[in-house]
């Protein structure tokens, strides 16, 4: 029982981040129908821009805030410079776009900060003592501040959808730009904001996120794992859901976790084809993954 | 994938032996009524199109404050090209639009709303996932007054009944009329001086149709709205308008009242099917 909800509550943990960068993913793709493939890494350089600034003698707290900033900027500028004017010429070319700045980013990264591990300063207290104990198996202290963070966006998220003019006409642009249009929603904007919202999200995923992923340290091929399972968490809750993409993470951390403690025989390195195998048969069973509403059909 | 523009892409087809009898060019009625001062809406010399296709071949067509004018044509005449150029959604490669006398340099759906222009797009355009209401929020996200906003999505449930029951319904779940009504109010919260209508009737039983354009004919009189329809249902359109244009393989074939169109049988016959 301690082993199994030991597994469950570091499913959980990875659940919630993986549910972070869904979070992302969905977001850009409700408003344009695209999979930012580059979106781990988006974060990957903004988390750098949270350390480099931690080394110059910034809090933590301070650097996660302008992280997110800088996230916010790189995702508006990037749709506006790169995303819009190739999607009119070529809707195809946006995926190598995606791929392309994929690469470009963590290049600039080694570039810039260079190619050694980071030791990265921890926001939350994770001592060998920082649990509490639930039922025989540890709960540490930085899982509960990650789930807290994590329902903290998804509620801010709901919010900013449901509650305020600006979610409306994302909402709008969601499903059916040229409606939206029609009515005087200004469709480019909304695009520029949704990719600046979704950056930002995974700016702040990525700071919970480096502490707790192995080895523990910043490093330019950390980010790649889960990109891949945010986006099969995405896919399998639905593209364009935001429940699909809580629930969907969730599972996704939570079966990474079970596969890893009780089928030993795959030996852990065989995750990543787990998760392609789920992506595939979620797209063959139903496309439009649990809760979603659209195919994917411009990938 | 097959491309979803069926109705623009089709030649135009009319019947053979009305062909036979169609008037020539001629003979059709052309006044032209060029009343610029006073026109809310003037399009001149207009050319537009899909890509490299040219569908208007230069159109003029005007519209008077809170008149009400329907365009006639057979498919493929480029009726709906026509409402998507003056609405905004496709650029024109020459002519002006002109709104209250004043050349239009970019039309924008946003900056054709802001002069008063308003559509209800073919296929009705419900933003199927959000509720009636919020499709009607949606409609007046360029208005800045917030309690008249609410009154008028208050006046609109009104007016049809149908859509206050389902106020908080999923627009995607309403049938084909309720959507249409919801189309037409949803362009009407913003509350245009025009409001171009491409095909209300299309695909609805007449008693639905009946009643929408009832609704119309009661907008245009009691806001003032102008209208400027597109339709297939020509008895229909022809009852409430009181100028009529005639689109031919992109050009205006002919224009005039209403009563010179319904007069002349060479023209019914050709063009009204009746």
Known sequence: MEIFLDRLFSGLTSGSIYVLIALALVVVFRSSGTINFAQGEYALFTCFVAWWLTTKGCPLVLAMLVSMVVGFALGVVTE???????????????????????????????????????????????????????????????????????????????????????????????????????????VGNVLSVSWGVSSAIGSFAGVLLVPVLPPNQLNLSGFFPILIFSSAAALLGGLDSIVGAVVGGLVFGVAESMLNGYATFLGGSLQLTVAFAIIVVVLVVKPTGLFGRRRVERV | MTAVEPREDDEAVLDESALVEAPAPEDLPHDDIRSSGSALLEV???????????????????????????????????????????????????????????????????????????????G???????????????????????????????????????????????????????????????????????????????????????????????????????LLLVEQNAELALAIASRVYLLEAGTVAASGATEAFRGNDAIRRAYLGY
């Open chain 1, 80 to 186: 506006r410079t790169l995303i819009r004017p190739i999607r009119k010429r070529n809707e195809a070319a946006v995926l190598i776009v995606a791929l392309g700045l994929f690469t470009a980013l963590n290049g600039a990264d080694g570039w810039i900060w260079g190619p050694e591990d980071k030791v990265f300063p921890h926001l939350l207290p994770n001592g060998l003592n920082d649990y509490v104990l639930i039922g025989g198996a540890r709960l540490h202290y930085d899982s509960i501040g990650i789930f807290v963070a994590t329902g903290l966006v998804i509620a801010l998220l709901a919010l900013l959808l449901n509650r305020t003019p600006l979610g409306l006409k994302m909402r709008a642009v969601a499903t059916n730009p040229e409606s939206a249009a029609l009515s005087g929603v200004k």
């Open chain 2, 44 to 122: 001149r010399g207009l050319r537009a199109g899909y890509g490299g296709a040219t569908v208007l071949h230069g159109i003029d067509v005007s519209v008077a404050p809170s008149e009400v004018v329907v365009v006639l044509g057979a498919n493929g005449a480029g009726k709906t090209t026509l409402l998507r150029a003056i609405a905004g959604l496709i650029p024109h490669s020459a002519g002006e639009i002109l709104v209250t006398g004043d050349v239009v340099k970019r039309a924008r759906p946003e900056e054709m709303l802001r002069r008063g222009i308003g559509l209800v797009p073919q």
């Open chain 2, 124 to 226: 009705r355009g419900t933003l199927t996932d959000l509720t009636v209401r919020d499709n009607l929020r949606v409609g007046a996200v360029t208005r800045k007054d917030r309690s008249g906003v609410s009154a008028d999505v208050d006046r609109w449930c009104e007016v049809f009944p149908a859509l206050a029951k389902r106020r908080d319904q999923v627009a995607g779940t309403l049938s084909g009329g309720e959507q249409q009504m919801l189309a037409i109010a949803r362009a009407m919260m913003a509350r245009p001086r025009l409001l171009l209508c491409d095909e209300v009737s299309l695909g609805l039983a007449p008693v639905v149709v009946q009643g929408l354009f009832r609704v119309l004919r009661e907008l245009n009189a009691e806001s003032d709205t102008a």
